[in-house]
């Protein structure tokens, strides 16, 4: 596996870069704007080439972009939509310049009109908005925790969106933490061999390109958004122990989202998950 971290904005892109790279990880993910905005903010190509061509030198690969939070395929507002729209395929662009083969989505929100409704809004906007996005970028859809009205945190959902399309046009990530608050057993290897199968089952291992590995301290399938420290929370060390040590492909680029990142709780975490894969 390639581990990784979620790279934070501030204190330069290079400098970041450098200290990732330091801490010996192979892959790295960004926001490629703010998280919380509308606006992706100019970038000179100049300088997108610059921060591609130091990605490879350091040999951070692949890079994986996360699109901001705001971003809802499902919303009911039509003004809201039209930005998701907009600042989605900004996204998608300004990765196909960075060379990233992965933009990360959270499939969205229905806001109370139903999970059928609002997944087939999801299916149709995608298929609107494709064509106009860079051929070498796959979008992932990543499982929520499944607060509110959020979509996504079944695998079932995210396999009826990913039905729509031909093999392998969409792609999805999973994360640990939101797997947990979903209901989905990771603490124990008993609870990974079936919450993987079930994956298997609907999705499908063979359309997973990314892992977020974090773990929680909130109750399983409490439908509660809180990341913590590896080991330190209700999965732990057996259910990482169990999960990292699955047979997962060599390649397959797994990031850490734990909190204080960007400090030296990076290091602490990268050298608990080689410890517990065996490496």
Aim: with cysteine.
């Amino acid at each position: 596996m390639r581990f990784g971290v979620h790279m934070p904005q501030k204190g330069g892109f290079k400098p970041n870069v450098e200290r990732v790279a330091g801490l010996g990880c192979r892959t790295i993910q960004i926001f490629p704007g703010n998280p919380t905005g509308w606006r992706m903010g100019k970038l000179d190509p100049v300088e997108i080439e610059k921060r591609a061509t130091l990605l490879e030198e350091k040999e951070l690969s692949p890079l994986v972009v996360h699109s901001a939070y705001l971003i809802n395929l499902a919303s009911t507002s039509a003004d809201f939509l039209s930005k998701s729209r907009t600042l989605l395929h900004q996204t998608m662009e300004r990765a196909g310049a960075y060379r990233s083969p992965y933009v990360i989505l959270h499939t969205g929100n229905h806001g109370g009109e139903g999970a059928g409704k609002g997944l087939k809004q999801i299916v149709s906007v995608i298929e609107e908005e494709l064509p106009g996005w860079p051929s070498e970028v796959k979008l992932l859809l990543e499982n929520t925790a499944g607060s509110g009205t959020a979509l996504g945190s079944r695998f079932e959902e995210l396999a009826e969106i990913l039905s729509h399309f031909p093999r392998h046009t969409l792609g999805v990530c999973i994360d640990t933490a939101h797997s947990w608050a979903a209901g989905y057993d990771l603490g124990s290897p008993e609870g990974v061999e079936k919450t993987i199968s079930r994956f298997d089952a609907t999705v499908g291992l063979d359309h997973l390109h990314v892992i977020h590995v974090n773990d929680t301290h909130v109750e399983l399938g409490s439908r509660v958004d809180r990341h913590a420290h590896i080991g330190e929370g209700s999965i732990g060390r057996k259910g990482f122990a169990a999960f990292l040590t699955y047979g997962w492909p060599e390649e397959m680029p797994v990031i850490l989202e734990t909190p204080e990142n960007g400090t030296d709780w990076d290091r602490v975490n990268l050298e608990a998950l080689r410890e517990l894969a065996g490496r």
